[in-house]
T-cell receptor, first 116, second 113 residues
């Protein structure tokens, strides 16, 4: 498909476990974003990649959260020692670039994470 | 601190009538605003945007109005169709930054046939 894909679509884990969430952006999109949407809230920014580097990780809630994009395409969001409060839908978005030329962010369907 | 606010959690409109969704923001550094539409179990889909140098942008049935002095924007949908029923998110960003979007909490629009 041509859109942003995310796997898994659903993830149920136990408190204290480690999880990885994957995002495949649209081919050619250099900018990649992770957002988190809790129930009844709008998406909340977590981290932004331009190419392989994390240009802005100011939204990561604490050091249990980490993300990588080693080849400038696929990205993985990693959560260590999961807590019940981490339960949310994790959304990935990609765009052509950032800067003065505003480029639309295309979102994937999200991964619903449930921590029991 | 909620920088983008959508004070109406839901809105119900008759098919064919106008839907007006409202959004307020507090950060004067925001200079680009977007509306996204979201269906259940799907990611948000871009609908329409507006730069702060404009006060109106129109795309088919959708028009976004920006009042910078009031820090307020609105999305007008006319005529409303049942397929427009979804959650609508207002989002804002500022130039020179990473283009990260700051979202409101959303408004659930129900268009009644």
């Amino acid at each position: 498909g041509a859109g942003v894909s995310q796997t898994p679509s659903n993830k149920v884990t136990e408190k204290g476990k480690y999880v990885e969430l994957r995002c495949d952006p649209i081919s050619g999109h250099t900018a990649l974003y992770w957002y988190r949407q809790s129930l009844g809230q709008g998406p909340e920014f977590l981290i932004y990649f331009q190419g392989t580097g994390a240009a802005d990780d100011s939204g990561l809630p604490n050091d249990r959260f980490f993300a990588v994009r080693p080849e400038g395409s696929v990205s993985t969001l990693k959560i260590q020692r999961t807590e019940r409060g981490d339960s949310a839908v994790y959304l990935c978005a990609s765009s052509l670039s950032t800067g003065m030329g505003r480029n639309e962010q295309f979102f994937g369907p999200g991964t619903r994470l449930t921590v029991l | 601190d909620q920088q983008v606010k959508q004070n109406s959690p839901s809105l119900s409109v008759q098919e064919g009538r106008i839907s007006i969704l409202n959004c307020d923001y507090t950060n004067s550094m925001f200079d680009y605003f977007l509306w996204y539409k979201k269906y259940p179990a799907e990611g948000p889909t871009f609908l329409i945007s507006i730069s702060s140098i404009k006060d109106k942008n129109e795309d088919g049935r959708f028009t976004v109005f920006l009042n910078k002095s009031a820090k307020h924007l609105s999305l007008h949908i006319v005529p409303s169709q049942p397929g427009d029923s979804a959650v609508y998110f207002c989002a804002a960003t500022s130039s020179g930054a990473t283009n990260k979007l700051i979202f409101g909490t959303g408004t659930l629009l129900a268009v009644q046939p």
